[in-house]
DNA sequence: TGCATTTTGTTGCAAATGCAATAAAATTGT
DNA sequence: ACAATTTTATTGCATTTGCAACAAAATGCA
């Protein structure tokens, strides 16, 4: 069977650097435009729901969107029924920005397909939820402390 | 065009996160294991081309080869022309270990792509190799410094 | 109702990450 | 031959990342 968690890491690795690189220009830290469009995307989600999204530790997910509330971009209000919960929404400064984000992810986006046919680009698209909800099975069985048998 | 920048993200952090947790066994701490596999299959490689293959930045691989050398994974040799270059080699410790990160690997692989045909595991290998092939041109022009315009 | 479990959020610590700056060897161009 | 540029490696600093541990609210169940 073919390998391809090495082009899937790389290409995300590279895409991932490359953000971080063009919106510095932002004023935004190291990873945080994933958890900003988000926000602005789904209004009212909660950080863990967050986290499970970004498939990124939930104490990470914690302190970036710690970070995007102290510089302004979202903020945090109590819901009317659950006091445990915190809803997220974007300030009016991380709608504002929303676009710039939008703008560079879509053109990564042409760039990564450049060369590629529209039935090439559906059939890859497809693929990769495919592969994406496989492995986040497991992602979350080994987060929660399980051992995978292999 | 569709989308699949987010997919690929969710999968390599998920594939990755999965990695580090099942790792800690061998006493690789995060990443570690991205460049142990790559020294043990490419020896004498030299840590600028590892950073290149691996995508990240190279003072990032820098420290990263430290600690494996340091751990006794992985050694530096000189090398008899070249006076500024240093080989890297695995250590017996470094290849014990190989076939245990190999292993681990290569069960999400099959996790990745169950319930793909094989063609579609080829359709997806080659599609991902044409996507990191596009994208890698704008992450070594950005990684030096220079702006795309979009 | 009452108790155990799950969900959601936070903080302490140890470690990786990456930009900026430095240095020295190698390569290129004239 | 030699000066300018490129390649390779390193360190300082600020930051993110994530595991462990904790706390409190919500939910499930007997």
Redesign the pocket.
């Known amino acids: 069977m073919k390998e391809i968690l090495r082009e899937i890491g790389m290409i995300a ?1 590279a895409l ?2 490359i953000s ?2 063009e919106f ?1 220009e932002y004023d935004l ?4 435009y994933l958890y900003l469009v988000r926000i602005c995307e789904n209004p009212g989600i ?4 967050l986290a499970e999204m970004i498939k ?5 997910a ?6 995007l509330e102290i510089h302004g971009f979202v903020e ?1 209000r109590d819901d009317e ?6 809803k997220l929404f974007p300030t009016e400064k991380g709608n504002r920005i929303f676009p710039f984000i939008k703008r560079e992810n879509d053109h990564s986006n042409r760039v990564a397909l450049a060369g590629f046919a529209e039935s090439e680009a559906e059939t890859i698209a497809h693929l990769l939820q495919r592969i994406r909800k496989n492995i986040e099975v497991d992602w979350e069985f080994v ?1 929660k ?1 399980n051992k995978r048998e292999y």
Do not use: F
């Open positions: 690795r991932d650097s971080n690189i510095k830290t190291k990873g945080q909660i950080q863990e729901k990124v530790d939930r104490t990470t914690a302190r970036a969107i710690k970070n945090k029924h659950n006091k445990k919960i915190k987060k402390g």
